[in-house]
C-alpha cells in the first residue's frame, strides 16, 4: 500500500502562483509514476501532469509551459508548481502512484490515490 497526501492548494488571483505538494509513505517510492490530476466540477477527472522515477516527464497540453513537476526520492515527495494560473485550473488536484514504467494519462492506471487540494483561481 502506499498512502499519498497532498498539500498546498488555496485560493490565488489569475497569474499568480501555487507549489502543490504530495508526501507519499508505505513503500518505496522511487519506482513509481507519480502523477497529478485535476478535477473541476461538473468534469471528469484529467491527467495534469506526471513524472517517472528516473525523471522522465509528461505534460497535459492546457499546462504545458506552466505548470512544472518535480519529485525527491530520498523525501518520497512529489511536488507540482504551478505558475501563471488561469481561472480554468480551478479543480480539485488529486496526487497518483502508478508502479507501471511508463507514464499513463489515464485514472485507471495509477493504483493509489491522495484525498485531493483545492485550487482556485479567480479572475
Known amino acids: 500500500q502506499v498512502q499519498l497526501v497532498e498539500s498546498g492548494g488555496g485560493l490565488v488571483q489569475a497569474g499568480g502562483s501555487l507549489r502543490l505538494s504530495c508526501a507519499a509513505s508505505?513503500?518505496?517510492?522511487?519506482?513509481?509514476?507519480m502523477g497529478w490530476f485535476r478535477q473541476a466540477p461538473g468534469k471528469e477527472r484529467e491527467f495534469v501532469a506526471a513524472?517517472?522515477?528516473?525523471?522522465?516527464?509528461r505534460y497535459a497540453d492546457p499546462v504545458k509551459g506552466r505548470f512544472t513537476v518535480s519529485r525527491d526520492n530520498a523525501k518520497n515527495t512529489v511536488h507540482l508548481q504551478m505558475n501563471t494560473l488561469k481561472p480554468e485550473d480551478t479543480a480539485v488536484y488529486y496526487c497518483?502512484?502508478?508502479?507501471?514504467?511508463?507514464?499513463?494519462?489515464?485514472?485507471?492506471?495509477?493504483?493509489?490515490w491522495g484525498q485531493g487540494t483545492q485550487v482556485t483561481v479567480s479572475s
Open positions: 497518483a502512484a502508478d508502479s507501471a514504467y511508463s507514464i499513463a494519462t489515464t485514472t485507471n492506471k495509477y493504483d493509489y
Open positions: 513524472m517517472a522515477g528516473g525523471g522522465r516527464s
Open positions: 508505505g513503500r518505496t517510492f522511487s519506482p513509481y509514476v
